[in-house]
């Protein structure tokens, strides 16, 4: 217990010591924010309804999927390669606990982009633009939806090098980004589209805040996904884990 405490508290404060990772992974969602919101004001849009409600949670997904897929994919497959878990075999931190206080860090982040955007929200929009209760539950949801990412970050981290994780969690935050609708709705997108649209852990994530947001109940189904998603890229990461694990130690 002391050692995942330890573990925890110390990639916690690596988060919170890098000034320009933390003030690079706020900027970039308040400016998609401020871009998105001035270009569309609070129009309907088709299928999603008032543009700065859409855009509030979309800014905020993406800037949550930056903290957490794209810094801790390539973070892992760089400690990777230097040889710190290698080091940490020699002592009584298993690599269960790394990965866990690795998690706790990406909440931490996730954290952070959360409420520096919903207080944006709220400067935009007034404090009044949804309820009291609506705001918490869209903080939490956004937070705690942020963990599918981090295990599929986990999974890039094992299967490249640092120098490709980097590039291959860039075109899966973009790629997943887009085609989950999180700029341009998945209903506006051609049929085939939005097939591939609905079934991205991107769409889903977003869609639990659209939904709190509209004062809707039904968000099991995409919670479900959430969950699904988030055992399937455990597995994958397990396995990776265990690959690489396989071809260093063998």
């Known amino acids: 217990m002391r050692a995942a405490i ?44 008032r543009a700065r409600s859409y855009l509030l949670v979309g800014t905020t997904a993406y800037g949550v999927m930056a903290a957490t897929l794209i810094t801790f994919a390539g973070r892992i497959a760089m400690e990777r390669e230097r040889g710190w878990f290698s080091l940490l075999r020699t002592t009584p931190v298993t690599v269960s606990v790394v990965m866990g206080a690795k998690l706790m860090a990406s909440l931490v982040a996730s954290t952070l982009v959360v409420v520096v955007m919903l207080l944006l929200g ?67 997108m051609p049929g085939p589209l939005q097939a591939i649209g609905f079934l991205t852990p991107a769409y889903h994530y977003a869609k639990v805040g659209w939904t709190i947001v509209a004062g809707g109940a039904e968000i099991a189904p995409h919670v479900a996904w959430l969950v699904a998603y988030l055992l399937a890229f455990g597995v994958l990461a397990v396995v990776a884990y265990r690959r690489h694990e396989a071809r260093e130690y063998s």
């Open 6 to 49: 330890a573990q925890t508290g110390m990639e916690v404060r690596r988060v919170i010591r890098n000034r320009r990772y933390l003030l690079f992974t706020v900027l970039l969602p308040v400016t998609f924010e401020l871009f998105f919101v001035a270009l569309f004001d609070d129009n309907e849009m088709p299928g999603v309804g």
């Open 122 to 188: 709220m400067v935009l929009n007034g404090a009044d633009f949804l309820p009291g209760p609506s705001w918490v539950a869209l903080g939490v949801a956004l937070v705690l939806g942020a963990v599918p990412f981090t295990a599929l970050a986990l999974f890039v981290g094992y299967v490249f090098d640092a120098d490709s994780a980097w590039s291959a969690s860039l075109w899966l935050y973009f790629a997943l980004a887009m085609i989950g609708g999180l700029f341009t709705p998945v209903e506006m």
